[in-house]
């Protein structure tokens, strides 16, 4: 039930008695710093002006030494994602126009800095009565909790200035309305919202990379992490990619009125490289909601677990027992990976499991951890916020969201940490959880040999374009080897 809000966590300091068993070394290594920077403090005030710039230049790669000034760390670190680039756009302005029959005004305003529901509702100008009258309209069905400074106030009023309908956006999918009936009464409900989804088939060339590719394609740049994650056994997509190398795909788009919202399911991708060959993945439900991506024989690509738990940008520290510390000197282990990734982020369960911790847990910030079959637990630390409703003893699937990206605790910027422990000892989830998926039970085969048959055809449909020699047009140096998110 606890969903903290995006910063809440963030300036809160862990108590020295707290058990923090994730990161208990970086913590130490974080008082020693603590206590490092102090001195050269105390050092450069004997040179004020020298010590304004060369203390927060020596601490600002790592950890912050003082109070987690966290704004100016995600700023500077946080790599831009498509997520960033959408919450940071400006809160819309009020907007006010006719109504479509021409009887009254429509007024479209951002929820903005307001300090609950009914205050929002006062300070965009509805009187007490309206105000009460909307909110005992839409209490069933909308939590007024859960509004933010984005969401959309939209208020319909007839000539005589009076409410005849409120709408209320929280996405372009998650839409409250009140509308006055014939007796004069608000009545609320959730709007249902249309969602087409449409499969589409895309192919392309590589020239610089694949993300730039897929761009051309007329593709989101997010659709990179499905082939990275998909052959991340077969392929190193940062050293192998070559300029003419190839991609296909099959994927389904879900719109809002023409807009899109984001891609459902990823059916087939193929690459076709000059280092790595030729590889195919289907994806295949053996129960629902519990897809993963398959080769022609039936072999899922991955073990019983998603070695990387969300869609990151890059890894910005790996797992490392014997980390050598680049201020202390020392060696500090580093006990998981971090992923950086923006704010937001779905952060996944990477297997089936029973969640045993939920909450607030000093250096890791929000944190989630969960106990899994074969004595594993994994954990995801930095959470800006906890998936609706998600409690201690819950059981979870792999796949299901547990969490958002964020940057609680100490962390210099939007990332996720992810931990792997096995029997209480932390390895390496890279390589514990690398292992060759397993085939599909037998009863699925025929079935999904079938389904695999008919994308495989679908695939060999889809234009490619020319090789870059030929596209003289638009020429692209042939730069390789190639990022996979440039
Ligand atoms: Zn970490």
Same mark, same amino acid.
């Given at each position: 039930m606890s969903e903290p809000s995006?910063?809440?966590?963030?300036r809160h300091r862990p108590l020295p008695s707290v058990g923090i068993p994730l990161l208990r070394d970086e913590v130490r290594a974080s008082r020693v710093r603590r206590v490092v920077a102090g001195s050269l403090v105390g050092v450069a005030l004997v040179a004020i002006l020298l010590a304004v710039f060369v203390v927060p230049e020596l601490v600002g790669e790592e950890?912050?030494?003082?109070?987690?000034?966290d704004t100016l760390a995600s700023a500077e670190t946080a790599p831009l994602s498509l997520l960033d680039a959408a919450a940071a756009s400006a809160p819309p302005e009020v907007v006010e126009e006719p109504l479509a029959d021409g009887a009254g005004t429509r007024t479209v305003r951002p929820f903005?800095?307001? +300090?609950g529901f009914r205050p929002a509702l006062v300070e965009a100008g509805c009187t007490g009565a309206e105000a009460d009258a909307l909110i005992a309209a839409l209490t069933e069905v909308m939590? %007024?909790?859960?509004?933010?400074?984005s969401h959309e106030l939209i208020f319909e009023r007839d000539v005589e200035g009076t409410l005849t309908r409120f709408e209320y956006r929280a996405s372009s999918t998650q839409v409250y309305e009140a509308h006055r009936n014939a007796d004069g009464d608000f009545e609320g409900s959730r709007v249902e919202v249309p969602i087409d989804r449409i499969r589409i088939a895309r192919g392309g060339t590589i020239r610089a990379s694949l993300g730039a590719a897929l761009e051309r394609a007329?593709?989101?740049?997010?659709?990179v992490g499905v082939f990275v994650e998909t052959f991340e056994r077969q392929i190193n997509f940062n050293t192998?990619?070559?300029?003419?190398d190839t991609f296909r795909i099959i994927v389904e788009e879900e719109r809002v009125a023409g807009e899109l919202l984001r891609y459902g399911t990823v059916y087939a991708i193929e690459v076709r490289g000059q280092r790595f060959g030729e590889h195919r993945a289907y994806w295949y439900e053996a129960r629902p909601q519990h897809g993963d991506f398959h080769d022609e024989t039936g072999r899922? %690509?991955?073990?019983?677990?998603?070695?990387?738990p969300l869609r990151y940008?890059? +890894?910005?520290?790996? %797992?490392?027992?014997r980390r050598l510390h680049p201020i202390l000197r020392r060696v500090v282990p580093h006990n998981g990976v971090d992923y950086a990734a923006g704010t937001g982020t779905p952060v996944w369960a990477a297997a089936d499991g029973t969640v045993t911790f939920v909450g607030a847990r000093g250096a890791n910030g929000n944190l989630v951890s969960v106990q899994h079959e074969n004595g594993y637990e994994t954990h995801y630390a930095h959470l800006s916020r906890f998936a609706?409703?998600?409690?201690?003893?819950q059981t979870v699937t792999q796949r299901q969201v547990i969490g958002y990206v964020g940057s609680t605790?100490?962390?210099?910027?939007?990332?996720l940490h992810f931990g792997l422990a096995r029997h209480g000892r932390f390895v390496d989830p890279q390589v514990e959880l690398n292992g060759p998926g397993r085939m599909l039970a037998a009863n699925h085969l025929a079935r999904f040999r079938r389904i695999a048959r008919t994308l495989r055809a679908e695939l060999d449909a889809i234009e490619v374009g020319p090789a870059p020699d030929d596209a003289a047009e638009e020429p692209e140096p042939p730069a390789a080897p190639t990022e996979p998110t440039d």
């Open positions: 995006d910063d809440g966590g963030v950890e912050p030494a003082e109070e987690p000034d903005g800095s307001a +300090i939590d %007024f909790r859960r509004c933010r400074p007329g593709l989101g740049r997010t659709l192998q990619t070559r300029a003419g899922a %690509f991955h073990g019983g677990w998603l070695r990387t940008d890059h +890894i910005s520290s790996p %797992f490392d027992p609706a409703g998600l409690e201690r003893g605790g100490r962390s210099t910027g939007p990332h």
